[in-house]
């Protein structure tokens, strides 16, 4: 059985989808569409790719892993110190 707080992030998530479902469905056409210029469509993808959750939270966690592989600071083999 599932503990109730991952019950409740999973109704969270399914209202979130379901709010911006249109949104998605609109900027997925928009890049889908070979009439238009390819900047639009590029911007369609930028912006379908930033609202997504999911992406938010890798980029974070990528920040603060990054930290420790800066170029120059002697760490670009993976050895952290």
Same mark, same amino acid.
């Given at each position: 059985?599932? /503990?109730?707080s991952?019950?409740?992030?999973?109704?969270?998530?399914?209202?979130l989808?379901k /709010? =911006?479902? !249109? /949104?998605?469905?609109?900027?997925k056409?928009?890049?889908?569409d070979?009439?238009? &210029?390819?900047?639009?469509? =590029?911007?369609?993808?930028? /912006?379908l &790719?930033e609202q997504? !959750?999911?992406r938010?939270?890798?980029?974070h966690?990528?920040f603060?892993n990054?930290?420790h592989f800066? !170029?120059?600071c002697?760490?670009e083999?993976?050895v952290?110190p």
């Amino acid at each position: 059985m599932a /503990k109730k707080s991952s019950i409740e992030k999973n109704k969270r998530r399914e209202k979130l989808a379901k /709010k =911006f479902a !249109p /949104k998605r469905a609109r900027l997925k056409t928009i890049a889908n569409d070979e009439s238009l &210029s390819m900047e639009e469509r =590029f911007m369609a993808r930028l /912006k379908l &790719s930033e609202q997504s !959750p999911r992406r938010r939270q890798e980029r974070h966690q990528g920040f603060a892993n990054a930290v420790h592989f800066l !170029p120059g600071c002697g760490h670009e083999k993976g050895v952290r110190p």
